[in-house]
Structure formats: C-alpha cells, structure tokens
C-alpha cells in the first residue's frame, strides 16, 4: 500500500518528535502557536503539543484565553516548532476546531492533580491584583475538591489544528536549507521543493 503524502508528513513530524524526546531536550513538545485576532492582529505564545496524527495536532487551554478568544473569532492558527539538536524545523497551519467533550475528558484524567486545581484557579489572560489571588484561588479550589476528583471545568479542553500547510525546514551550510512544503490543494496533498 502506498502511503500517503499527509500520512508522510505525519510519519515525519513524530520522527522529529522522538528523536527530540531522546536527545534530553527540556520540552521537546513545545511549539510556537500563532493566532490573529478580529483586525488581524497576530499573537505567539509557546505551548506544549499534547498529541499528532493525521487528523491534526491536539493542544489544551483554558477556552477564556487570549489564544480562545482569538481561536473564537478566527479559528485559524500556524505552528513551528524548533528541534535544535537536528537543526530541522516544522511549520504547520490549517483551520482549528475544539475537540470533543470525550477527548478532553480522557486527557483531563491524566493530568496531575495540582494542574487540575490549577485550571480552575487560574484566569488565564486576565490581569491579577499580586500572586496571593492566585494562591488564593488555589486554596479554595483544593478545599472545594478535597475528598473527591478534580472534574473537568467548563472552560478547558482542546483544539486541534487540522493540517492544510506542512513544511520541513533542514539547516544547512551557506544558509542553503532544504525547504519542503506539503499543501493540501482541491483535496489532494502535494509535496514541492521550496528555495531557501
């Protein structure tokens, strides 16, 4: 069976992935997450990719951020992630979605039960007084929820970041670097060679 070009491209983002797992860096699932806003204003912030196959890459927030909110108005984003150790970079962009309720919840019982409590403190992108509301948030939270686990809130789950752009970045000499871009084009994924 032949495989497919998204499927390739999958096969080789979760190959930089690994080998970045494998070489000690810090956080090789960190990727810079781009949105823009209703005047198109663009936002990057770092965040962690929590899981990739064909179907796209999955991330978790909370859905009032300054990142939901711009997802809400334009559900749109463009991804890079940076593997130092290979000197390789992948930048993906396509349309973004909330997961569902399920995929969210799976995730949700994984998380350490501190990060839990903490994604019900936090308000996350608003402006705090000083670090003892945040404390404070904490405590109460943690005595709401103590005995019992921590359930999912209403204003946290996923987005996934459906692939329409793929494109593999390879450092080399001269400023020469191998460029290779998958599109999806009238339905059809290709593969093409960029200049540097």
Not at 104 to 123: E, F, H, K, L, V
């Amino acid at each position: 069976m032949v495989m497919s070009l998204l499927s390739e491209a999958i096969g080789r983002i979760e190959a930089l992935i690994e080998e970045a797992k494998n070489s000690q860096l810090r956080e090789p699932m960190a990727m810079s997450f781009s949105t823009t806003d209703l005047q198109g204003r663009p936002s990057v912030r770092t965040l962690l990719l929590k899981r990739v196959d064909e179907r796209g890459l999955v991330f978790f927030t909370n859905l009032n951020s300054n990142k939901g909110r711009h997802l809400q108005a334009n559900p749109y984003a463009a991804v890079c992630s940076y593997y130092q150790g290979a000197h390789q970079q992948v930048q993906v962009s396509g349309p973004v979605a909330q997961i569902t309720d399920e995929e969210a919840d799976t995730y949700w019982q994984t998380r350490p039960r501190a990060s839990q409590i903490g994604a019900w403190a936090s308000r996350q992108s608003e402006v705090m007084a000083d670090e003892q509301a945040l404390l404070d948030r904490i405590d109460q939270y943690e005595k709401e929820f103590s005995g019992r686990d921590v359930p999912r809130p209403p204003h946290w789950s996923g987005y996934r970041v459906t692939p329409e752009h793929i494109e593999f970045w390879s450092g080399h000499p001269d400023r020469l670097n191998q460029r290779e871009h998958y599109s999806l084009k009238d339905g059809q994924w290709v593969k093409e060679l960029l200049y540097p």
